[in-house]
């Protein structure tokens, strides 16, 4: 049976082609959906531009909007494990790390209701016994949500919470290998009382529902995670429309290893930062520059660590490593690989796909290194977004930072070092939006986060994070009984 779609509060079979989404383990089906038409998206921005103009939301008291959002945040942790398996099911992430996902989403969740009660209001300073000005914030209006494959419960969410809390409507564009995760929100957000109108969940081609959606001229805001040519073409139309953006993109973020590291710590944090979600994720520490004083010794141990994961089938307990997403994607990965190998990059672990057993099934690509190539290599300049890490050394602190700075991206960056004042000034001078230091790829929904250069505009996350869905408005009040005397 074909599986509804959520449109403006009601289930309803979308108008666009049936589309089938698969387990990346096995290639067995998970679930048949008819996709959403441009008349889809028609219906959808239209009861969301009603919905959010209604006084029911947009004027009901901060702790009542919250209140929806606290109630999700319950649902969601009744019901972790069945959610969990909804996403390991869409894109092959290990069980582990879809029950860390789904949490996320509750936290995100409650952090935002927090947030919705406690957002302050300005008042100016000012000199004049004459007025009084005040600033306030207006929600936007329609938020248009357009989410990746690699985490979706959590994208999703950290767009849906603060839009909403906010006081705006959301429609929400699933990444189309993916829609599970957003389709089980939208179930919740219904039974936790969200009125009718204000979310709406659209799975379909972006080419369809993505152009539809972000050029409609009653969107207000596009909200987009996923590629940097997507998003490039996201902000041209939303520089047409003279509307905002928050655009969350790729990654090629190195991550520094110095001669005084901890070297256990470096290499555990390393293998983290690289080959969790098989590197299907935009900050995976994809560049590694190690210190000539200690590669060696950093290598031999990250080579041993490295042949101690276990890439298998993601419901399996202790698996490392699940699946790629799909098959064209492990076959871009292996591409990039074969053309490291055709640059005289030296495959150090890894490098062919995995088919044994129950792996000739699924589309498995083992934790590769590859060494002996330089900065200006394609694997060091290009998003691979698999689980593939190319090794620099660096005995320079200036080359090094020209060489980690070197590139389109800046997102993340991680630096291992003993000397914290050393780590901070190196912090300070790597052009990315998140730095790790002597950690990696750690979150707080109260910290900002986006990317700097080609990696993204605007920030998601952290307490202000509302204001990112909301307008500015200041207000004058006038306190003089004097006529103005300028018509005298």
Same mark, same amino acid.
């Given at each position: ?33 008819? /996709? ?38 319950? %649902? ?9 398996? +909804? ?5 092959? =992430? ?8 789904? +949490?996320?989403?509750?936290? /995100? ?22 007025? +009084? ?5 207006? !929600? ?32 929400? =564009? ?21 009125? =009718? ?5 659209? !799975? ?47 990654? =090629? ?98 490098? #062919? ?76 001078? %790597? ?7 002597? #950690? ?42 004097? !006529? ?5």
């Amino acid at each position: 049976m074909t599986k509804p779609i959520f449109i403006a509060g009601q289930w309803k079979q979308g108008g666009g082609p049936v589309r089938a989404t698969y387990f990346p383990a096995d290639g067995s089906l998970n679930a048949e959906i008819a /996709t959403a038409s441009a008349e889809d998206v028609e219906e959808a921005v239209q009861a969301a531009e009603r919905a959010w103009r209604e006084p029911q939301w947009r004027n009901r008291m901060p702790h009542e909007r919250a209140a929806v959002l606290y109630r999700v945040a319950d %649902l969601i942790s009744q019901r972790v494990d069945e959610l969990a398996s +909804m996403q390991t099911r869409d894109n092959g =992430k290990p069980l582990a790390e879809t029950r860390g996902l789904v +949490m996320s989403a509750a936290a /995100t969740a409650r952090y935002f209701a927090a947030a919705c009660e406690t957002l302050d209001e300005q008042l100016p300073a000012q000199r004049s016994s004459e007025f +009084m000005t005040l600033s306030v914030h207006e !929600p936007l209006g329609v938020i248009a949500a357009i989410t990746p494959w690699n985490s979706p419960i959590a994208s999703e969410m950290q767009k849906i919470a603060p839009a909403l809390a906010a006081g705006n409507a959301v429609i929400v =564009k699933p990444a189309d290998a993916t829609p599970l995760a957003a389709l089980a929100l939208a179930e919740l957000f219904e039974e936790a009382g969200l009125p =009718k109108g204000l979310l709406s969940v659209l !799975p379909g081609r972006g080419s369809v529902v993505g152009e539809a959606l972000a050029a409609h001229p009653l969107v207000r805001k596009i909200s987009f995670t996923g590629g940097t040519g997507t998003g490039r073409h996201l902000a041209h139309v939303a520089a047409e429309k003279l509307i905002p953006t928050s655009l969350e993109l790729g990654g =090629k973020s190195p991550t520094i290893v110095f001669e005084d590291a901890d070297i256990e710590l470096a290499a555990r944090g390393v293998v983290y930062g690289i080959f969790s979600s098989s590197g299907q994720a935009c900050i995976a520490g994809s560049r590694l520059f190690v210190h000539a004083k200690v590669y060696d010794r950093f290598m031999g141990r990250l080579l041993e660590l490295t042949a101690n994961l276990r890439v298998g089938h993601p419901e399996e307990p202790g698996t490392h490593m699940g699946p790629l997403i799909s098959e064209a994607h492990l076959a871009s990965v292996a591409g990039f690989v074969d053309q490291a190998r055709a640059e005289g990059g030296e495959i150090l672990c890894g490098g #062919t796909r995995l088919a044994e057993g129950h792996m000739a099934q699924g589309s498995y690509y083992p934790p590769t290194i590859i060494a002996g190539l330089d900065n200006g290599a394609s694997v060091c300049q290009q998003e691979i977004f698999g689980p593939v890490l190319v090794v620099l050394k660096f005995d320079d602190e200036a080359d090094l930072l020209a060489r980690a700075n070197n590139s389109v991206f800046g997102l993340a960056a991680g630096i291992w070092s003993e000397d914290f004042r050393r780590a901070w000034r190196i912090g300070r001078q %790597l052009e990315a939006g998140t730095i790790w230091i002597n #950690t990696y790829k750690k979150f707080s929904i109260s910290a900002p986060f986006g990317g700097f250069k080609e990696s993204g505009l605007g920030r998601e996350k952290g307490r202000l994070g509302v204001l990112e869905y909301m307008q500015q408005k200041s207000v004058y009040l006038g306190l003089s009984d004097t !006529p103005n005397p300028w018509a005298e």
